[in-house]
T-cell receptor
């Protein structure tokens, strides 16, 4: 069974601070996706990382996939109140038992105070 | 391009009843996955359909079932509802470029089911 441990679970910071969210597993994933979810809505895809060691940037957000494709991180620079939300990492496996299945971390609730 | 749509958005049922939820994927997407989201368990995979066939199933009881139609629209059904089935049910569609592994999934807004 593949598991993804996401940390921290809660993050409360002031506007302008930097933060990092971590996603770790003992399993290898074929890809890893990061989502952001607002209350009462579905998760919105932010980025997909596929290659070990890959780094992707989306404005103030930087995503990294570990060399062994077992872990990932999300770094936000100069956080803004609009960044507030639930951040989820999700790993996709390989093989027949992984068709259409994402394994999700427990999520990080980020609150950015003005 | 329209996103994933789910109907209804909200449902209130009582224990023992059954419920059917509907999902329309993004045009051209042939894979539909279903997830249950609760505060305690997070997002848990229910099942995935591709070309009207269930290819994968999570660890949920047989009361949870689904199907997919030829236009890729999908439904999930929960019979004999229990209080613990109260959750946000999400469907996600995928283009299936990589053979079903690692493809990006795009989520709908979800159906909030409350069982009383």
């Amino acid at each position: 069974t593949q598991l993804l441990e996401q940390s921290p679970q809660f993050l409360s910071i002031q506007e302008g601070e930097n933060l990092t969210v971590y996603c770790n597993s003992s399993s290898v994933f074929s890809s890893l996706q990061w989502y952001r979810q607002e209350p009462g809505e579905g998760p919105v895809l932010l980025v997909t990382v596929v290659t070990g060691g890959e780094v992707k940037k989306l404005k103030r957000l930087t995503f990294q996939f570990g060399d062994a494709r077992k872990d990932s991180s999300l770094h936000i620079t100069a956080a803004q109140p609009g960044d507030t939300g639930l951040y989820l990492c999700a790993g996709a496996g390989a093989g027949g038992t992984s068709y259409g299945k994402l394994t999700f971390g427990q999520g990080t609730i980020l609150t950015v105070h003005p | 391009k329209a996103g994933v749509t789910q109907t209804p958005r909200y449902l209130i049922k009582t224990r023992g009843q059954q419920v059917t939820l509907s999902c329309s994927p993004i045009s051209g997407h042939r894979s539909v996955s279903w997830y249950q989201q609760t505060p305690g368990q997070g997002l848990q995979f229910l099942f995935e359909y591709f070309s009207e066939t269930q290819r994968n199933k999570g660890n949920f009881p047989g009361r949870f079932s689904g199907r997919q139609f030829s236009n890729s629209r999908s439904e999930m059904n929960v019979s004999t509802l229990e209080l613990g089935d109260s959750a946000l049910y999400l469907c996600a569609s995928s283009l299936v470029i990589l053979g079903g592994f690692g493809d990006e999934q795009f989520f709908g807004p979800g159906t909030r089911l409350t069982v009383l």
